[in-house]
């Protein structure tokens, strides 16, 4: 297949890349590599590979790439609420209007998969199960753009949305400001972490299953067409303070408090059924564990130490 990607330079975009180029198809990436990212550096040597730099707004730009593709994935975006509070306009142009105009761009013909947040769902309502009938309800400028967008793909032929729980795991684009990842950081370095509503649930995603599930659409696209999928680990709807369990299990050292007082501005507390995607036949393969081991070799390598000595 001949695959476009918006935003293939990112965090989940490097590791999906490269997977895409392993499992034999052509990937064309467009980026504006606005964190100065050198991630897509090993996915250069691939024939199979291009890439540009320019930006996913730009509808000349895009109509161009899109004319090629039998497969287009929209993964640029202002990614994550504080990111998108810094630049109200910025992210209502990226992570919505572009992917409208994506849409109506696209030939009836050609297959869209886009990632999607799933941190709309049981907004306040504690303990909620949710499932892709369960309404999102955004509260972040974040969210109501991600939602939006995904009304316009899934309102199109030949289109599936992933929902996907907080991702965790080690990329070339490395994020420590997902919730697992800073975690694992703070545990490693610090050694402690201060927690606030710590028995909010949430749930979780190793990175290479959200790459194996973009693969897993691609093969199996006749049969999965036309819905949402939520995309999350069901052993892993956990609270904050049993994710830290977890975590203390691998590094003994790391001591964690629940503060009695303060409240935590992600309001997300909701626990996610994957059954629909199960159906499917996907399974995941990277537990909790195997990633929290994964990200403290990670750290190893990776430190946020530009003004310290050590
Ligand atoms: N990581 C998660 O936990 C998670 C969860 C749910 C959904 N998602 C979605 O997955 C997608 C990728 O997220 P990520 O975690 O890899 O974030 P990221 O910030 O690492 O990746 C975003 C990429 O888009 C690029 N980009 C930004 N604006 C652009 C523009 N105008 N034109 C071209 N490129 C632009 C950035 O350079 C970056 O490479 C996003 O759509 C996000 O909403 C991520």
Same mark, same amino acid.
């Given at each position: 297949m001949k695959i476009l990607i918006t935003g293939g330079a990112g965090y989940i975009g490097s590791v999906l890349t490269l997977k895409l180029l392993v499992a034999g198809h052509e990937v064309t990436v467009l980026d504006n590599f606005m964190f100065r990212q050198n991630s897509l550096a090993d996915c250069?040597?691939?024939?199979s590979f291009s890439v540009i730099r320019g930006d996913c707004r730009d509808e000349g730009l895009m109509r161009k790439l899109m004319a090629a593709a039998d497969v287009i994935i929209p993964l640029a975006a202002m990614v994550g609420a504080p990111l998108c509070n810094n630049d109200k306009a910025g992210t209502k142009t990226i992570n919505q209007d572009a992917v409208e105009m994506l849409c109506r761009l696209a030939s009836h013909q050609q297959r869209v998969i886009m990632p999607v947040t &799933?941190?709309?769902?049981?907004?306040?309502?504690?303990e909620k199960f949710c499932t892709e009938e369960t309404p999102l309800r955004p509260i972040s400028l974040y969210g109501v753009t991600k939602v939006e967008a995904e009304k316009a793909v899934l309102a199109r032929e030949n289109s599936i949305t992933f929902r996907l729980a907080t991702v965790f795991g080690m990329s070339?684009?490395?994020?420590? *400001?997902l919730l697992v990842n800073d975690f694992v950081y703070r545990a490693a370095n610090d050694r402690a972490v201060l927690i606030f509503e710590g028995y909010f649930k949430r749930n979780y995603i190793h990175i290479r299953d959200v790459a194996r599930v973009f693969v897993f659409a691609i093969d199996n696209f006749e049969a999965m067409k036309g819905k949402p999928y939520n995309v999350g680990? *069901? *052993?892993? &709807?956990?609270s904050k303070l049993e994710l830290c369990a977890e975590i203390k299990k691998l590094l003994p050292d790391f001591v964690y408090l629940e503060a009695p007082i303060g409240e935590d501005p992600d309001k997300r507390d909701y626990i996610v059924s994957n059954a629909r995607l199960a159906k499917t036949g996907f399974k995941p393969e990277w537990p909790l564990e195997r990633g929290i081991r994964e990200l403290i070799k990670g750290y190893t390598i990776l430190r946020n130490s530009v003004y310290s000595n050590v």
């Open positions: 250069c040597c691939w024939d &799933n941190s709309g769902y049981g907004i306040g309502e504690a070339p684009r490395m994020r420590m *400001d680990l *069901d *052993d892993a &709807n956990l």
